[in-house]
T-cell receptor
Framework: GDSVTQMEGPVTLSEEAFLTINCTYTATGYPSLFWYVQYPGEGLQLLLKATKADDKGSNKGFEATYRKETTSFHLEKGSVQVSDSAVYFCALTSMFSGGYNKLIFGAGTRLAVHP | DTEVTQTPKHLVMGMTNKKSLKCEQHMGHRAMYWYKQKAKKPPELMFVYSYEKLSINESVPSRFSPECPNSSLLNLHLHALQPEDSALYLC???????????FGNGTRLTVT
Protein backbone atom coordinates (compact mmCIF):
# COMPACT_ATOMS: atom_id res chain seq x y z
CA GLY A 1 0.00 0.00 0.00
CA ASP A 2 0.87 3.68 -0.12
CA SER A 3 3.34 4.90 2.50
CA VAL A 4 5.50 7.84 3.58
CA THR A 5 8.93 7.64 5.19
CA GLN A 6 10.44 10.58 7.03
CA MET A 7 13.84 11.04 8.61
CA GLU A 8 13.85 10.30 12.30
CA GLY A 9 14.16 13.15 14.72
CA PRO A 10 14.61 15.02 16.77
CA VAL A 11 16.41 17.55 14.62
CA THR A 12 18.17 20.16 16.75
CA LEU A 13 19.43 23.35 15.12
CA SER A 14 20.65 26.76 16.10
CA GLU A 15 18.70 29.81 14.99
CA GLU A 16 19.44 30.87 11.37
CA ALA A 17 20.71 27.39 10.43
CA PHE A 18 19.63 25.65 7.21
CA LEU A 19 16.93 23.00 7.58
CA THR A 20 16.31 19.87 5.54
CA ILE A 21 13.80 17.21 6.55
CA ASN A 22 13.82 14.26 4.18
CA CYS A 23 10.60 12.62 2.98
CA THR A 24 10.17 9.80 0.48
CA TYR A 25 6.99 8.07 -0.57
CA THR A 26 5.62 4.93 -2.17
CA ALA A 27 2.37 5.28 -4.06
CA THR A 28 0.42 3.97 -7.00
CA GLY A 29 -0.83 6.62 -9.35
CA TYR A 30 -0.07 10.30 -8.86
CA PRO A 31 -0.68 11.41 -5.29
CA SER A 32 -0.71 14.97 -4.02
CA LEU A 33 1.99 15.64 -1.42
CA PHE A 34 1.78 17.78 1.71
CA TRP A 35 3.75 19.04 4.65
CA TYR A 36 1.77 19.66 7.83
CA VAL A 37 3.14 21.29 10.99
CA GLN A 38 1.95 20.68 14.55
CA TYR A 39 2.93 23.20 17.22
CA PRO A 40 2.79 22.09 20.87
CA GLY A 41 -0.77 21.69 22.12
CA GLU A 42 -2.33 22.37 18.74
CA GLY A 43 -3.80 20.55 15.75
CA LEU A 44 -2.13 20.18 12.38
CA GLN A 45 -1.73 23.12 10.03
CA LEU A 46 -1.16 22.75 6.31
CA LEU A 47 2.28 24.20 5.59
CA LEU A 48 2.57 23.59 1.85
CA LYS A 49 1.46 21.26 -0.91
CA ALA A 50 2.28 20.08 -4.42
CA THR A 51 -0.10 18.28 -6.72
CA LYS A 52 2.08 17.10 -9.61
CA ALA A 53 5.66 16.29 -10.52
CA ASP A 54 8.12 19.21 -10.43
CA ASP A 55 5.65 21.43 -8.55
CA LYS A 56 7.28 23.46 -5.78
CA GLY A 57 5.21 24.26 -2.72
CA SER A 58 6.28 27.18 -0.56
CA ASN A 59 5.04 29.03 2.51
CA LYS A 60 6.61 31.04 5.36
CA GLY A 61 10.10 30.49 3.95
CA PHE A 62 9.65 26.71 3.70
CA GLU A 63 9.90 24.95 0.33
CA ALA A 64 9.49 21.43 -1.02
CA THR A 65 9.64 20.11 -4.60
CA TYR A 66 7.67 17.09 -5.85
CA ARG A 67 10.33 14.81 -7.35
CA LYS A 68 8.74 11.88 -9.13
CA GLU A 69 12.04 10.36 -10.29
CA THR A 70 13.28 10.03 -6.71
CA THR A 71 9.81 9.78 -5.11
CA SER A 72 10.79 12.52 -2.68
CA PHE A 73 9.34 15.70 -1.18
CA HIS A 74 12.06 17.08 1.08
CA LEU A 75 11.28 20.12 3.24
CA GLU A 76 13.83 22.96 3.32
CA LYS A 77 14.19 26.35 4.94
CA GLY A 78 17.16 28.62 4.57
CA SER A 79 17.17 30.17 8.04
CA VAL A 80 15.14 28.66 10.88
CA GLN A 81 13.76 30.57 13.85
CA VAL A 82 12.97 29.46 17.39
CA SER A 83 9.28 29.81 16.49
CA ASP A 84 9.69 27.02 13.88
CA SER A 85 10.11 24.46 16.68
CA ALA A 86 7.33 21.94 16.07
CA VAL A 87 6.61 18.49 14.66
CA TYR A 88 6.55 18.28 10.87
CA PHE A 89 4.51 15.60 9.05
CA CYS A 90 4.96 14.66 5.42
CA ALA A 91 1.78 13.23 3.90
CA LEU A 92 0.22 12.06 0.65
CA THR A 93 -3.32 11.55 -0.48
CA SER A 94 -4.34 8.03 -1.28
CA MET A 95 -7.64 7.57 -3.02
CA PHE A 96 -10.28 5.21 -1.71
CA SER A 97 -12.53 3.67 -4.29
CA GLY A 98 -15.39 6.06 -4.80
CA GLY A 99 -13.08 9.07 -4.94
CA TYR A 100 -12.61 9.79 -1.23
CA ASN A 101 -9.12 10.79 -0.26
CA LYS A 102 -7.19 9.55 2.74
CA LEU A 103 -4.13 11.27 4.12
CA ILE A 104 -1.24 8.90 4.68
CA PHE A 105 1.18 10.46 7.18
CA GLY A 106 4.83 9.88 7.83
CA ALA A 107 5.90 9.29 11.43
CA GLY A 108 6.67 12.98 11.98
CA THR A 109 9.95 14.78 12.64
CA ARG A 110 10.38 16.92 15.74
CA LEU A 111 12.38 20.10 15.14
CA ALA A 112 13.94 22.01 18.05
CA VAL A 113 15.56 25.37 17.29
CA HIS A 114 17.75 27.00 19.94
CA PRO A 115 18.65 30.70 20.17
CA ASP B 1 -6.92 31.02 14.63
CA THR B 2 -8.14 27.72 13.28
CA GLU B 3 -11.33 27.71 11.20
CA VAL B 4 -12.32 24.32 12.54
CA THR B 5 -13.50 24.61 16.14
CA GLN B 6 -13.48 21.67 18.52
CA THR B 7 -15.01 21.47 22.00
CA PRO B 8 -14.12 20.71 24.67
CA LYS B 9 -10.35 21.22 24.57
CA HIS B 10 -9.80 18.75 27.38
CA LEU B 11 -12.02 15.92 28.65
CA VAL B 12 -11.54 13.43 31.47
CA MET B 13 -14.04 10.60 31.65
CA GLY B 14 -14.50 7.33 33.44
CA MET B 15 -14.95 4.04 31.65
CA THR B 16 -18.70 4.01 32.35
CA ASN B 17 -19.37 7.57 31.24
CA LYS B 18 -21.04 8.79 28.07
CA LYS B 19 -19.65 11.97 26.54
CA SER B 20 -19.56 13.72 23.18
CA LEU B 21 -16.92 15.62 21.24
CA LYS B 22 -18.07 18.42 18.97
CA CYS B 23 -16.63 19.94 15.82
CA GLU B 24 -17.84 22.90 13.79
CA GLN B 25 -16.72 24.52 10.56
CA HIS B 26 -18.21 27.40 8.59
CA MET B 27 -16.08 27.23 5.47
CA GLY B 28 -18.75 25.46 3.43
CA HIS B 29 -16.69 22.29 3.34
CA ARG B 30 -18.62 19.15 2.40
CA ALA B 31 -16.26 16.50 3.80
CA MET B 32 -15.49 16.12 7.52
CA TYR B 33 -13.17 13.73 9.30
CA TRP B 34 -12.30 12.33 12.72
CA TYR B 35 -8.70 11.40 13.45
CA LYS B 36 -7.11 9.92 16.56
CA GLN B 37 -3.55 10.86 17.51
CA LYS B 38 -1.56 9.09 20.21
CA ALA B 39 1.47 10.78 21.74
CA LYS B 40 4.44 11.10 19.37
CA LYS B 41 2.53 9.36 16.58
CA PRO B 42 0.90 10.64 13.38
CA PRO B 43 -2.88 11.00 13.23
CA GLU B 44 -4.89 7.91 12.29
CA LEU B 45 -8.12 8.20 10.31
CA MET B 46 -11.29 7.05 12.07
CA PHE B 47 -14.27 8.28 10.04
CA VAL B 48 -15.06 10.31 6.92
CA TYR B 49 -18.36 12.06 6.25
CA SER B 50 -19.10 13.34 2.78
CA TYR B 51 -22.24 15.42 2.18
CA GLU B 52 -23.42 14.47 5.69
CA LYS B 53 -23.25 10.75 4.96
CA LEU B 54 -20.78 8.36 6.56
CA SER B 55 -18.45 7.36 3.75
CA ILE B 56 -15.59 5.64 5.54
CA ASN B 57 -15.30 3.83 8.86
CA GLU B 58 -11.78 2.59 9.43
CA SER B 59 -12.87 -0.42 11.50
CA VAL B 60 -13.36 1.73 14.57
CA PRO B 61 -14.85 0.00 17.67
CA SER B 62 -18.55 0.65 18.25
CA ARG B 63 -17.83 2.50 21.50
CA PHE B 64 -17.06 5.42 19.15
CA SER B 65 -20.19 6.63 17.35
CA PRO B 66 -20.00 9.51 14.86
CA GLU B 67 -22.86 11.77 13.92
CA CYS B 68 -23.18 14.55 11.34
CA PRO B 69 -26.33 16.59 12.15
CA ASN B 70 -25.72 19.07 9.30
CA SER B 71 -23.02 20.19 6.90
CA SER B 72 -21.28 22.34 9.53
CA LEU B 73 -21.32 20.03 12.53
CA LEU B 74 -19.67 16.74 13.37
CA ASN B 75 -20.00 14.90 16.68
CA LEU B 76 -18.24 11.90 18.14
CA HIS B 77 -20.22 10.11 20.84
CA LEU B 78 -18.17 8.14 23.36
CA HIS B 79 -19.39 5.31 25.57
CA ALA B 80 -17.64 2.65 27.66
CA LEU B 81 -14.17 3.73 26.60
CA GLN B 82 -10.97 2.08 27.71
CA PRO B 83 -7.84 3.78 29.11
CA GLU B 84 -6.03 3.00 25.87
CA ASP B 85 -8.51 5.28 24.07
CA SER B 86 -6.83 8.25 25.74
CA ALA B 87 -5.50 10.42 22.91
CA LEU B 88 -5.86 13.69 21.02
CA TYR B 89 -8.98 13.55 18.83
CA LEU B 90 -8.72 15.78 15.79
CA CYS B 91 -11.53 16.94 13.54
CA UNK B 92 -10.79 18.08 10.00
CA UNK B 93 -12.71 19.30 7.00
CA UNK B 94 -12.07 19.71 3.29
CA UNK B 95 -13.94 21.37 0.47
CA UNK B 96 -14.51 18.02 -1.16
CA UNK B 97 -12.96 14.60 -1.19
CA UNK B 98 -9.79 15.53 -3.04
CA UNK B 99 -8.68 18.81 -1.46
CA UNK B 100 -6.38 19.62 1.50
CA UNK B 101 -7.64 19.02 5.00
CA UNK B 102 -8.05 21.80 7.57
CA PHE B 103 -7.63 20.56 11.14
CA GLY B 104 -9.01 21.80 14.42
CA ASN B 105 -6.87 22.01 17.57
CA GLY B 106 -8.28 18.79 18.92
CA THR B 107 -9.80 17.47 22.13
CA ARG B 108 -7.37 15.86 24.51
CA LEU B 109 -9.23 12.91 26.03
CA THR B 110 -8.17 11.06 29.14
CA VAL B 111 -10.03 7.89 30.13
CA THR B 112 -9.60 6.90 33.77
Amino acid sequence: GDSVTQMEGPVTLSEEAFLTINCTYTATGYPSLFWYVQYPGEGLQLLLKATKADDKGSNKGFEATYRKETTSFHLEKGSVQVSDSAVYFCALTSMFSGGYNKLIFGAGTRLAVHP
Amino acid sequence: DTEVTQTPKHLVMGMTNKKSLKCEQHMGHRAMYWYKQKAKKPPELMFVYSYEKLSINESVPSRFSPECPNSSLLNLHLHALQPEDSALYLCASSQDAGTPLHFGNGTRLTVT
